[in-house]
Nanobody, 125 residues
Framework: QVQLVESGGGSVQAGGSLRLSCAAS????????ISWFRQAPGKEREGLAL????????YYDDSVQGRFTISRDNAKNTVYLQMNSLKPEDTAMYYC??????????????????WGQGTQVTVSS
């Protein structure tokens, strides 16, 4: 059973930056890729960025392309999400998730087996 633990959330003013971390208990054949999602109150969960843990290949949702960067450090079993130029609309609970087989689109939740508990990001204007 792989465990994912997010950290790095907090409160920041608009235009600021945060780096989120997703620490995995282990990287296995069930963690072929790890993604970041977010969910704001009253809104649907949305996928933001994906990274293949072996190759480092990345994919981004258009909403964060150019502002957010996903990366990984396999020696630390950790995936990061660097968030720059934050906006109030980025306020949400941020989750990481891991899977082994894409189901439909990159961010279809059916393609993810493991989920973290989330870390809150609040951006004030």
């Amino acid at each position: 059973q792989v465990q994912l633990v997010e950290s790095g959330g907090g409160s920041v003013q608009a235009g600021g930056s945060l780096r989120l971390s997703c620490a995995a208990s282990e990287l296995t054949d069930s963690t072929i890729y790890i993604s970041w999602f977010r969910q704001a109150p009253g809104k649907e969960r949305e996928g933001l960025a994906l990274i293949y843990t072996h190759s480092g290949v990345t994919y981004y949702d258009d909403s964060v392309q150019g502002r957010f960067t996903i990366s990984r450090d396999n020696a630390k079993n950790t995936v990061y999400l660097q968030m720059n130029s934050l906006k109030p609309e980025d306020t949400a609970m941020y989750y990481c998730a891991a899977g082994r087989a894409i189901f439909g689109s990159f961010f279809d939740p059916r393609g993810y087996t493991y989920w973290g508990q989330g870390t809150q990001v609040t951006v004030s204007s």
